[in-house]
Nanobody, 118 residues
Framework: EAQFVESGGGMVQPGGSLRLSCTVSGLSFGAYEMSWVRQAPGKGPEWVSGINPTGSHAYYKEGMKGRFTTSTDNDKNAVYLHMNSLQPDDTAVYYC???????????WGPGTQVTVSS
């Protein structure tokens, strides 16, 4: 069973940076496209970024490219989300998961809270 454990969140001031990590187990990492999804308070889930199985190509929601960078480390079965120039609107719980067709590879992990506030 696939499991995803996110970490690296915290509270930062506007303009700050964070690097989120997601450790993956229970699936053949490197065979799946991976995605980051976030959920802000009172809002539905929002897709943020994805990366292809080889880690050679990442893609982003409009407005996030240039601020966010997604990468993978196949040796560590991990996917990362580097976030720069954070704004209060980026406040959310961030999750990762593998993509299977139009669905997800496993249950959602605990997520990691990102709070951007002065």
């Amino acid at each position: 069973e696939a499991q995803f454990v996110e970490s690296g969140g915290g509270m930062v001031q506007p303009g700050g940076s964070l690097r989120l990590s997601c450790t993956v187990s229970g699936l053949s990492f490197g065979a799946y496209e991976m995605s980051w999804v976030r959920q802000a308070p009172g809002k539905g889930p929002e897709w943020v970024s994805g990366i292809n199985p080889t880690g050679s190509h990442a893609y982003y929601k409009e407005g996030m490219k240039g601020r966010f960078t997604t990468s993978t480390d196949n040796d560590k079965n991990a996917v990362y989300l580097h976030m720069n120039s954070l704004q209060p609107d980026d406040t959310a719980v961030y999750y990762c998961n593998g993509v299977v067709g139009t669905g997800w590879a496993g249950a959602w992990g605990p997520g990691t809270q990102v709070t951007v506030s002065s």
